[in-house]
């Protein structure tokens, strides 16, 4: 293999209807910090919030475009299923499943997937979001040194109607959860699960444009007769965190993603500096992959390109990050705009709605 081996996701980009509802509810619900409020440099009438943990750590980034005059997406062949993110270990999962309901959130799990276990729910605009253990990995039903390689059947009674769904239902944490403690917190993403209509030529992209390996050949437990691949950064040793990116295989021909609020609009990964990008974007050209110029987005710089389904990625650059505008304790507290749109900002500011209700005695 190449030296080209991606080291996992950077952030995930999501579409939103109306950008004050979804930081009330990363922020204030699943317990992201907003490390950078500013417009979409597109289309500088609308939000694009940043959220993400220890001041927007690779890895652990979520990106929304506010699109509010957008129809509602829907998921599909070329589109994102859900996003995972991880959480240490099922105790505290239980306590999300109860600081999520007790927040008005259907929760649906926990789903003992065997390699870890799930639970599910939607965010605002309806894209399903999952919140995963770290463990126990996927070497519990193949060797380490051998992920991958051969179809692993889930035992039935991780299956769709081999299940005890009441039971799932049933566990829960005892207690109410009034606050998200240090030990439930999120560690980012954990997975990313998207569609695809052909197994074998996503197998071969990944391998071939992000040097992924395939770390597990199963099927769907929640639509048992079709099949689920899962690709990482793995070296025969060790599964890489938040590198794994899943496909549920569909059949040829099977209904496309649409865009909209909803849905996932791209999914990025890092790259370390801006050399290793340039880097990226030969090795890209070399495999004859279509991809995009080096562009600015002020906090990483970053080419884009498009899996055989449609699906666009990105390699984002790991510096300089969202200290680069405003003091790292102080992020995500203002409008930043990039210097091209400064010369705007009273007008961009005038047009964007208050993202919350300003405190007594300011206005904004
Ligand atoms: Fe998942
Ligand atoms: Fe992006």
Redesign the pocket.
Known sequence: MSDFVTEGF????LVAHDARRTLAFYRDILGFPLVKRTVNFDLPTTYHLYFGLDGGKPGTIV?VFEWPDSPRGAAGVGGVHHHAFAVSDQAQQLKWKRWLQGKGVPVSGPYDRGWFTSIYFTDPDGQVLEIATVGPGFDLDEPIEALGRELIQPNPGRLVGGRDEAAIRAMNHPEPVEVIDDAMRLHGIHHVTGFTDDLVAANEFYERALGMRLVKKSVNQDDPDTLHYFWANYDGTRVLPASDLTLFGWPKGARPAREGTGQT????FRARDEEQLSAWREHLREQSIGVTEIRD?TY?K?I?FRSPDGLLH?I?TDPPGFALDEAPDHLGEELRLPPWLEAQRDQIAANLRPLEASPAGRTR
């Open positions: 950077h952030h995930v980009t990106t609009h791209h999914i990025a987005r990483f970053s884009y990105e984002a």
